[in-house]
């Protein structure tokens, strides 16, 4: 334990739309570990707030005739509620349009330009005839000038995955009236992330959190580090300083948040802001998507470095959330609500904080499956969990009226400290499902000792032996109730009432699961946990399947239709796989050399995430022959190999066919 004071951030919720599961795989951890490093003796402030700027705001805005602050209140109250509801609890969940961060932002910015930091330029800028208005971020949608997939202003979202500067997109296109947009020339600044390369080298290797966020935050420093504009042409965000028709970046003010969210808070218990903030042994976690690493691995702690402050000492990044084994997709029906379709449904929110830590490693995919989800509840909380707890418990008020006064025999003792000590690597290592298998080992402990020790039998031949099995499983127990307290603060509260306790159980840290429960009376046990039904499960997913369903019959009615004519532009061939290798710096691409029957081509293509390269050499793939020439990531691509659906299921001939062949 350090002892200085840690704090703990989550990526802020964007106040557009609805909270739905897959926020939930970066906050519910990241209230688990606040939990349990308060339990284990830290002192910790665990911080959040709503990401209120930004074009996507605007726009929906504006569709629905209300103003952004409009938008961003609604949204904001219903995010704090939904994670009051999730049982996720912060200390501060502040807003970035609020005055705080508007003015701490302006003076972050200003010592960045002090420092030599910031500098201006001009740049070209889709802008749209049409609508009179320069067209920032989400506002445009193109070409990735990099990949060349579709690609929104700022982001190259369903290709590559890099960063775009404004005026980068090609063959821009108004989002709002689907207008042909032009480039103009317009002043913008520029922060000069390019000057932190050094720096970044020498910080990331000692970045604690997921090796994940490290390694990919390290790939990109090496390959590539733009300067980024930190300036956009809207009125809705935090003005630039000295600037009438400029706000600042949402990337510039949000993270910003952090620090004046951390403000709020100390401002209203009488701390240091500064104690978290500043200095060169700060302890501060960001917890966040994967898809945002490099903004905070790369942008954020350049920007702090630049203006003084001080450094993050972990990011903890989490893998991305399917439904169903399909790929999250609120466009395709492929979401569940957190509210609407979980907690509205009478679903504990125990549950859910269970499966999501309980599921598979922090970092990897998680699939959410009503299916799943029920045998995880029924035999692991239920049939595991809540089993040892209630049958321990209704024995021993039953047959003793309370706890026997008998100390728990040392080999118990030894067992619960094992298992403590395993939890707590776990936990310092953000190996979150590996803590909580350690949790439920224990569990299976305990109803192995019961099982074989049958105290209902015992009892029968030898009383004083009976008690000191139950004095034994209470023990257990209690550790048991202090160690899942962190994941499921409900039902632990109520199973701390049962075991004779009439305080709040955060209050006692996690070290007293081996004092002894001590001789006391016992109320009357009730089950814990109640099993989910399979009619309930059905019911569930039929809600899911009516949604997609639903999207999939919208999206037919918008499909356009082509001409034979226009079909046969395109030239389809079939293509031999001669050789694949990884595109270094990127996760998505494969270079291929094809053989279309006389001539070799080079083709990048964004299926490695499925494919290893042996699997598809010698392959015969259909290919779009006839594309534009474009470069990838740096690689000349001529063509395209086309797949289908979410996991790239590659178009192949299903008898042999000469590489070269049209494809008719």
């Known amino acids: 334990m350090s002892g200085k004071p840690l704090l703990v951030t989550c990526g802020l919720p964007y106040t557009n739309g609805p909270c739905h599961i897959g926020h939930l795989r970066t906050y519910v951890p990241a209230d688990f570990y606040v939990r349990y490093m308060r339990r284990s003796g830290e002192e910790v402030v665990f911080v959040c707030g709503s990401d209120n700027h930004g074009t996507p705001i605007v726009i929906s805005a504006e569709r629905e005739g209300s103003t952004p602050r409009e938008l961003s209140e609604r949204y904001h109250e219903h995010f704090y509620e939904t994670f009051r509801r999730m049982e996720v609890i912060f200390d501060r969940f502040g807003m970035t349009d609020d005055a705080m961060n508007r003015d701490t932002t302006r003076s972050i910015v200003e010592r960045l330009v002090d420092n030599g930091y910031v500098y201006s330029k001009t740049i070209s800028q889709s802008?749209?005839?049409?609508?009179?208005?320069?067209?920032?971020?989400?506002?445009?949608?193109?070409?990735?000038?990099?990949?060349?997939?579709?690609?929104?202003?700022?982001?190259?979202?369903?290709?590559?995955?890099?960063?775009?500067?404004?005026?980068?997109?090609?063959?821009?296109?108004?989002?709002?009236?689907?207008?042909?947009?032009?480039?103009?020339?317009?002043?913008?600044?520029?922060?000069?992330?390019?000057?932190?390369?050094?720096?970044?080298?020498?910080y990331l290797p000692t970045l604690g959190g997921t090796a994940t966020a490290r390694n990919y935050a390290l790939g990109?420093?090496?390959?590539?580090?733009?300067?980024?504009?930190?300036?956009?042409?809207?009125?809705w965000g935090v003005p630039f300083p000295g600037s009438d028709d400029l706000v600042v970046y949402v990337w510039v003010d949000a993270p910003i948040g952090y620090i004046s969210f951390t403000k709020e808070w100390a401002e209203s218990a009488g701390a240091d802001w500064k104690d978290y903030w500043c200095g060169d042994d700060t302890r501060v976690a960001h917890f966040i998507g994967g898809d945002i690493i490099y903004h905070h691995c790369i942008f954020w702690p350049a920007l702090l470095k630049g203006a003084g402050y001080g450094l993050p000492s972990a990011v903890v990044a989490s893998g991305m959330v399917t439904i169903e084994g399909k790929k999250f997709s609120k466009s395709r029906g492929y979401v569940v609500w957190t509210n609407d379709d979980y907690l509205d449904q009478g679903l504990p929110a125990d549950y859910l904080r269970y499966y999501l830590l309980s599921y598979t490693n922090h970092t990897k995919e998680l699939d959410f499956s009503w299916k799943v989800y029920a045998e995880r509840v029924n035999k692991e909380i239920v049939g595991t969990l809540g089993n040892f707890l209630y049958r321990t418990m209704y024995f021993a008020e039953k047959e003793f009226a309370g706890v026997p006064d008998r100390a728990p025999q040392p080999a118990i003792l030894e067992e619960i400290e094992r298992s403590l000590a395993g939890i707590d690597a776990a936990m310092r290592d953000?190996?979150?499902?590996?803590?909580?298998?350690?949790?439920?080992?224990?569990?299976?402990?305990?109803?192995?000792?019961?099982?074989?020790?049958?105290?209902?039998?015992?009892?029968?031949?030898?009383?004083?032996?009976?008690?000191?099995?139950?004095?034994?499983?209470?023990?257990?127990?209690?550790?048991?109730?202090?160690?899942?307290?962190?994941?499921?603060?409900?039902?632990?509260?109520?199973?701390?009432?049962?075991?004779?306790?009439?305080?709040?159980?955060?209050?006692?840290?996690?070290?007293?699961?081996?004092?002894?429960?001590?001789?006391?009376?016992?109320?009357?046990?009730?089950?814990?946990?109640?099993?989910?039904?399979?009619?309930?499960?059905?019911?569930?997913?039929?809600?899911?399947?009516?949604?997609?369903?639903?999207?999939?019959?919208?999206?037919?009615?918008?499909?356009?239709?082509?001409?034979?004519?226009?079909?046969?532009?395109?030239?389809?061939?079939?293509?031999?796989?001669?050789?694949?290798?990884?595109?270094?710096?990127?996760?998505?691409?494969?270079?291929?050399?094809?053989?279309?029957?006389?001539?070799?081509?080079?083709?990048?293509?964004g299926i490695a995430q499925f494919y290893s390269p042996g699997e598809l050499v010698g392959k015969d793939v259909a290919m779009i022959v006839n594309l534009a020439p474009a470069t990838i990531f740096g690689v000349e691509s001529r063509g395209m190999i086309l797949a289908a659906g979410d996991e790239a299921s590659l178009l192949v001939p299903l008898r042999p066919v000469r590489p070269g062949t049209p494809v008719r």
């Not at 990109?220 to 009125?235: A, G, N, Q």
């Open 127 to 202: 802008y749209c005839p049409e609508c009179e208005r320069f067209l920032p971020d989400r506002y445009v949608e193109g070409v990735c000038p990099h990949c060349g997939a579709v690609a929104r202003g700022d982001e190259c979202d369903q290709g590559c995955g890099q960063h775009l500067e404004p005026g980068e997109i090609k063959d821009a296109i108004c989002k709002i009236c689907g207008g042909k947009a032009e480039y103009r020339e317009q002043e913008h600044y520029f922060f000069k992330l390019s000057a932190f390369r050094d720096f970044l080298l020498d």
């Open 220 to 235: 990109w420093v090496k390959e590539l580090l733009h300067d980024w504009c930190i300036t956009r042409t809207m009125e």
């Open 430 to 605: 953000y190996d979150f499902k590996n803590a909580v298998d350690s949790m439920m080992a224990l569990a299976s402990f305990g109803n192995a000792y019961i099982q074989n020790n049958a105290p209902w039998k015992l009892i029968k031949e030898d009383r004083a032996a009976a008690q000191q099995v139950i004095a034994d499983c209470l023990q257990i127990v209690k550790a048991l109730v202090l160690v899942f307290q962190p994941l499921m603060p409900d039902a632990m509260q109520r199973a701390w009432t049962m075991l004779g306790y009439g305080d709040d159980i955060a209050a006692h840290p996690i070290a007293e699961a081996t004092a002894p429960v001590g001789a006391r009376a016992l109320p009357k046990p009730s089950p814990l946990f109640a099993k989910i039904e399979e009619a309930q499960v059905n019911d569930l997913e039929k809600v899911l399947n009516k949604r997609v369903d639903a999207a999939n019959a919208a999206a037919a009615k918008k499909t356009s239709t082509v001409s034979i004519e226009e079909f046969g532009k395109l030239e389809i061939r079939v293509a031999r796989v001669v050789s694949a290798e990884p595109i270094k710096g990127s996760k998505k691409l494969y270079k291929l050399v094809v053989d279309l029957g006389g001539e070799k081509r080079q083709v990048v293509s």
